[in-house]
């Protein structure tokens, strides 16, 4: 019986489809902010909702940006490249995130744990596609 080495594994999670890594590793990445917004909310209350979202975004950007960088483009790339390029991105994805979750909670639902939900999952459409065709893109020589 052969081992396989963590390099072989990395190498094989490499190949999957970027998506479907996306997905997973979104799915981890999406959880870990939305704990930090449910706490952030608990401490600080829900009238201030979005002082909790921007503290979810700052404190789990660079959580994101490493699985981003290693575990879903796989990439290469320079860090401090890709970091600043990232840190555009999550401009991006939190106006956005903020936006929907003002409207979601004026107009749809009062509860601020459940349109934060919505309003990740909407969002990490939008990073995935910065993510992939910003931050992480690498021109071909």
């Known amino acids: 019986m052969s081992r396989v080495t963590a390099m072989e594994l990395y190498s094989k999670w490499c190949s999957l489809p970027d998506k479907l ?3 997973f590793v979104g799915g981890v990445n999406a959880s870990f902010s939305y704990i930090i917004f449910a706490i952030a909310v608990y401490l600080i209350g829900q009238e201030h909702y979005q002082i909790c979202v921007a503290l ?6 660079v959580f994101s940006f490493v699985n981003q960088k290693f575990f879903v483009f796989c990439s290469k790339g320079n860090w401090l490249k890709e970091y600043l390029k990232c840190c555009t991105t999550w401009v ?6 903020a936006v929907i979750l003002e409207i979601i909670v004026r107009y749809i639902t009062k509860n601020v744990y459940v349109g934060q939900i919505a309003s990740i999952l909407l969002a ?3 990073t995935y596609i910065l993510f992939k065709y910003y931050a992480f893109r690498h021109h071909k020589h």
Not at 56 to 61: F, L
Not at 92 to 97: D, E, H, K, R
Request: charged share 5%; aromatic share 22%; net charge positive.
């Open 21 to 23: 890594r996306f997905l």
């Open 92 to 97: 991006v994805s939190y106006a956005f995130n």
């Open 56 to 61: 979810q975004w700052s404190i789990s950007s």
């Open 124 to 126: 990490a459409v939008v």
